[in-house]
């Protein structure tokens, strides 16, 4: 089973963009957010996909991911989804071996930003970036799910 070992921080400072390897924009979506599944819809630049995330298990998580048309993602997004989407810019920024997301929310959510680092175990090693500032891992006002019911400018 394909499992999702992240852990998220905070972002401080401007200094994690000398490191940028590329960008994106991305909107997504809910079309449930329930305590077992999540279902969301994204469309990163001209391509989308179907993610669907198991409860939490500390920092890892179930998750399948399937493409699908963009047309189809737009309309879910419009019909289905639970809440607005959110909308951010995500860079891809290399630190030591890893590559982080970095992701610079706009919209409701505009003033946060937030990185994660992907492990293939949860007591992987890596490299703490200077710009990393709090670990909000195990807090779920900063899951992307509760972000697009209960927006970071609403706080």
């Known amino acids: ?17 000398d490191a940028v390897v590329s960008e994106a924009r991305l909107m997504q979506g809910y079309l449930t957010t329930d305590r ?6 994204r469309i990163k630049n001209d391509s989308a996909v179907l993610t669907i995330k198991g409860p939490s298990q500390g920092i890892s998580r179930a998750e399948f991911e399937y493409p699908i048309p963009s047309d189809d993602a737009e309309q879910m997004l419009r ?24 992701d610079v929310f706009a919209g409701e959510n ?32 900063y899951y992307n799910s509760n972000l697009a019911r209960n927006p970071y400018r609403h706080w």
Do not use: N
């Not at 077992?36 to 819809?41: A, D, L, N």
């Open 79 to 102: 019909d289905l989804a639970v809440s607005a989407p959110i909308e951010k810019t995500r860079y891809r920024v290399r630190c030591g071996a890893h590559v982080w997301d970095l």
């Open 36 to 41: 077992s599944t999540t279902v969301r819809v």
């Open 110 to 141: 505009a003033g946060l930003v937030m990185a994660e680092v992907e492990l293939t175990d949860e007591d992987e090693a890596f490299d703490m970036p200077e710009w990393a500032g709090e670990e909000v891992s195990g807090d779920p006002r």
């Open 1 to 17: 089973m394909p499992t999702e070992i992240e852990r998220k921080f905070l972002v401080t400072g401007e200094s994690w963009r």
